[in-house]
């Protein structure tokens, strides 16, 4: 210890809220470096409804009188208004949102502010929040998806009867429905929703009470908190509770996929609307000019959600790379997760927000899209008719390849054979083969489940609705 005259002596106002042990006020620069209260102020109204339930629970352990409680919480609601309204003024030593709330809170209602921590440490807080803030935006998320699947509904019945090309490749394959296609993607925001709803048990859990890490030192009553904040749980180990983010890390893996999805989409969308393919018109007022090719329009919608795949898929590695190989319990690492987490979140909404608006504007060249879903790709039609009468598929396969490379040749198509060319291959062929050389009945034969015929598609359409149809009633219930 330096002598006691060479003592830095201590500040009154050092900048630290609690400067009984520093005798120094933090380096300007440390308190920039560790400040994360332009990030977290995101959380201000999960925290102040943390903060407030428990004050509820101070109150209800005899730690708070009763009056006290009052102006502490009615305290904690005008701090809420100010950061709402945007009259929030933050102080350089405001180190996060937590901070920033308590020492307004005390500005406002005077000392009895500084109880607002008891038997609570900005390690179980942050927690708190976060899983507050996650839940909400899973909701809200769940939501959007479920907006979006509509919108591919809405698009799946409308386009019914419309053919399309099926790729493998990106080489015309077999013919499908349009709607069979839209509906593929709504499958994916189905699987999409059911990850979240099960990611969001495990977000649903109170740490509250986990103190700084070995748990409060007073009885607070935690299931209470817990019903008043609407968490299905409470964590069963301080430990964990303070210092895990697994809850973050489900949510950026399921919301990683919808990214991939919604990516997924939006490439065909730009293939699709490109002059080669030429299936879909984009909107004006979803599409771009060039600013200097006077003919272009782009589309940047679609490429743009594509694009922001990167950082979503980029906050799930930063999220993980930053829990490995932290020790128990609480670290300020974990302070990292929130930056990426609350923009990979807002980048998908926006995602699946701008997706479900443009889907019912696009228009569709049913024409075009039929022409290129016939030709060749009804290859298979003429196998299966020969398997149909008792030829093996591999041979059946390779006669009718050969059929395929002699019009290839020849520059035909393969509704241009006859029955006599077509037996000049097999004998098995009759006059009724040429029948199936035709797009629709391609489609119709497929009529199992999963299969691209109509009938199995409009009962899928019907099935999908039904399923969206008491989300629509949940959500409106949570609000
Ligand atoms: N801002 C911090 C975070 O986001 C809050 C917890 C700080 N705890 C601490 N012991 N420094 O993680």
């Given amino acids: 210890m330096p002598p006691a005259g060479n003592r830095p002596r201590r500040r009154k106002s050092g900048g630290k809220a609690w400067d009984g042990r520093f005798r120094e006020p933090t380096d300007p620069l440390v308190e920039a470096f560790s400040n994360s209260l332009e990030s977290d102020l995101e959380m201000a109204e999960q925290d102040i409804r943390g903060s407030i339930a428990h004050v509820h629970a101070l109150e209800r352990a005899g730690l708070l009188k009763r009056s006290e409680a009052g102006r502490i919480t009615s305290g904690l609601r005008r701090v809420e208004r100010e950061i709402r309204d945007g009259r ?198 979803f599409a771009t000019g060039s600013s200097m090719m006077p003919q272009k329009k782009n589309p940047d919608v679609a490429e743009l959600v594509r694009g922001r795949t990167g950082k979503v898929y980029g906050a799930l590695v930063s999220v993980l790379t930053t829990l490995k190989g932290l020790p128990l319990a609480y670290n300020r690492d974990l302070q990292e997760d929130k930056p990426p987490l609350f923009d990979a979140t807002r980048s998908v909404r926006a995602c699946l927000a701008v997706l479900a608006r443009m889907l019912p504007r696009l228009s569709v060249d049913a024409g075009r899209m039929r022409e290129a879903a016939g030709g060749f790709s009804l290859a298979t039609e003429l196998a299966d008719y020969l398997v149909e009468r008792g030829m093996p598929f591999r041979e059946a396969h390779a006669v009718v390849g050969r059929i395929v490379s002699d019009c290839l040749d020849q520059g035909r198509e393969l509704c241009d054979l006859g029955t006599a060319d077509l037996r000049s291959f097999s004998e098995l062929f009759e006059p009724a083969a040429r029948r199936r050389l035709s797009v629709d009945a391609a489609i119709a034969r497929r009529s199992l489940v999963g299969g691209t015929a109509q009938s199995n598609v409009e009962r899928r359409i019907a099935e999908l609705e039904a399923a969206l149809a008491p989300a629509r009633r949940k959500r409106r219930r949570t609000r």
């Fill in 88 to 285: 929030f003024r933050s102080r350089p030593a405001d180190e996060d949102v937590h901070m920033a709330v308590e020492r307004r809170l005390t500005e406002m209602v005077g000392p009895v502010g500084g109880k607002v921590h008891t038997g609570r440490s900005r390690n179980d807080q942050v927690a708190t929040d976060l899983r507050l803030w996650l839940r909400d935006q899973i909701d809200g998320t769940l939501a959007d998806l479920a907006a979006l699947e509509r919108s591919l509904l809405r698009r799946a019945r409308s386009d019914l009867g419309v053919v399309v090309p099926g790729y493998t490749h990106l080489q015309r394959a077999q013919p499908v429905l349009l709607s069979h296609h839209w509906l593929a993607y709504a499958e994916m925001l189905e699987r999409d929703r059911s990850r979240l709803v099960d990611a969001r048990r495990r977000v649903n859990v109170l740490p509250l009470g986990a103190g700084a890490l070995s748990g409060a030192g007073f009885r607070l009553n935690r299931r209470a908190v817990a019903r008043e904040l609407e968490f299905d749980e409470v964590s069963e180990n301080s430990l964990d509770a303070v210092s895990d983010r697994d809850f973050v890390v489900e949510f950026l893996s399921a919301a990683a996929l919808i990214a991939a999805h919604l990516s997924r989409l939006s490439e065909e969308i730009v293939l699709w609307s490109s002059q080669e393919f030429g299936f879909l018109l984009l909107p004006d007022a």
